[in-house]
């Protein structure tokens, strides 16, 4: 497996709350500003861009919201079909010689 590089993780708070009611998330290491509204009637909107490559995470009562892992998911089976077609196009797949 190759090493992916991992972005930064940025901590946003919760700052205020606009009158239309939806709250407004800033991150103070950015920059990055938006406005929230939770489910089921939910929408977000960017308001400063901040630091786009960055993960953005936060959390509130309690609930603290933080970076996702990345874990490749198993090949699988690859059908016979497509196993032929790879082997006749010169493609070593799962250690099958080509």
């Known amino acids: 497996m190759s090493d992916v590089p991992v972005p930064a993780t ?21 920059g990055r500003r938006m406005l929230l509204r939770w489910p089921p009637d939910y929408q977000k909107l ?3 861009e901040g630091d786009e490559s960055a993960v953005h995470v936060g959390g509130k009562g309690g609930l603290q919201v933080s970076g996702a892992e990345v874990v490749p998911s198993p090949a699988g089976d690859v059908p016979a079909a497509d196993l032929e077609w790879l ?3 010169g493609i070593d797949w799962g250690g099958a010689s080509a």
């Open 87 to 89: 082997r006749d196009n």
């Open 10 to 30: 940025h901590k946003m708070t919760l700052v205020g709350q606009a009158e239309s009611g939806a709250e407004e998330w800033a991150c103070p290491r950015c």
């Open 46 to 48: 960017v308001l400063e």
